[in-house]
């Protein structure tokens, strides 16, 4: 009898449901300002929709797809994806990425935390000292590899005099995948580390000094402030700057095709290879594309549901 009642109680709700989703849909099209926002970002939806979402599908599309220029394609289903995770060089470029994400973002977020907590102390010249420590971010990528390749010079480079001096690495730094990928994190940590340490520094300014007053009166030395108050406080900054970073160094590109002249693959160098024109086979270049995009997506929704990172915080 319990469950009868239940049954039609679920029946009469369906419908009711149903209802006031409609209901609530009209209502937000029949307030005239609710109206009105939706008609002024119409325009850049469909702009959005055109540049982005449609080559999105377009290229999910073409990854099912055997695909060369001047020719009808047709379709081979899942064989594309199977051939790339088959292919020797996109397994070597999957572990350049993996290993250079995980290290130079371990090395930002400690480093940029570091500094980040420095340029929060009240000392004479501080604006100054902020100003300065964004300087390696300002450099375009590419600008930077080059700069860094030429000291990275065998022979001649001040940071191959360095590491022969100090017997770190004797050879041709790059002229090797393991001292090459090495210098790579160099120059990325070098010029990175200021962007993590800004998005830190602005959530550190957000925590109110009477927190560590209260601390500091009732004992608390400065790892305890540090553990106890600044890491929990400035934790969604934290979360983000380590989304923003991990994405970033997940496609990375300009770095390796610069400073490693064409000796050091990732996953945006292996699509890029693939969908050349002088390639000819692009099919690889298409699985790989959307392998890079959906990796990515992982990655983001792991930060945003794993970790914490919501919009509420």
């Known amino acids: 009898m319990a469950n009868v009642t239940v049954e039609r109680i679920e029946a009469a709700s369906a419908p009711q449901h149903r209802g006031g989703l409609l209901r609530r849909v009209t209502n937000e099209f029949a307030h005239p300002d609710r109206r009105l926002a939706y008609l002024m970002v119409t325009p850049a939806i469909i702009v959005i929709l055109a540049i982005a979402v449609y080559p999105l599908l377009y290229a999910f599309v073409l990854s099912f797809q055997f695909v060369t220029p001047n020719r009808p394609s047709h379709w081979v289903g899942i064989d594309n994806y199977i051939n790339m995770f088959g292919d020797p060089d996109f397994r070597t470029a999957l572990i350049n990425t993996i290993v250079f994400t995980v290290i130079a973002v371990?090395?930002?977020?400690?480093?940029?935390?570091?500094?980040?907590?420095?340029?929060?102390?009240?000392?004479?010249?501080?604006?100054?000292?902020?100003?300065?420590?964004?300087?390696p971010w300002a450099f375009p990528t590419s600008v930077s590899a080059v700069m860094w390749?030429?000291?990275?010079?065998?022979?001649?480079?001040?940071?191959?005099?360095?590491?022969?001096?100090?017997?770190?690495?004797?050879?041709?730094?790059?002229?090797?995948?393991?001292?090459?990928?090495?210098?790579?994190?160099?120059?990325?940590?070098?010029?990175?580390?200021?962007?993590?340490?800004?998005?830190?520094?602005?959530g550190l300014q957000v925590i109110p000094q009477d927190i560590y007053r209260a601390a500091i009166v009732d004992g608390a030395g400065p790892w305890q402030r540090f553990w106890r108050i600044t890491l929990p406080m400035v934790r969604p900054a934290l979360l983000v700057a380590l989304l923003f970073r991990t994405l970033d160094s997940w496609r990375i590109y300009d770095l390796f095709w610069v400073l490693g002249q064409r000796n050091l693959s990732s996953l945006s160098t292996y699509v890029y290879e693939g969908v050349r024109i002088s390639q000819l086979d692009f099919s690889l270049g298409d699985a790989a594309a959307i392998f890079v995009f959906v990796s990515s997506m992982a990655i983001a929704f792991f930060f945003m549901r794993v970790l914490g990172t919501r919009p509420t915080e």
Do not use: C
């Open 106 to 135: 371990s090395l930002e977020l400690v480093l940029g935390m570091a500094i980040a907590v420095a340029l929060n102390r009240r000392f004479f010249g501080r604006g100054f000292a902020r100003a300065t420590a964004i300087a």
């Open 149 to 202: 390749a030429l000291m990275f010079q065998d022979q001649v480079g001040i940071m191959w005099y360095l590491a022969e001096k100090l017997h770190i690495y004797t050879g041709n730094i790059l002229g090797s995948t393991g001292p090459l990928m090495g210098a790579a994190i160099v120059v990325d940590v070098w010029k990175t580390t200021p962007f993590m340490a800004l998005l830190l520094l602005a």
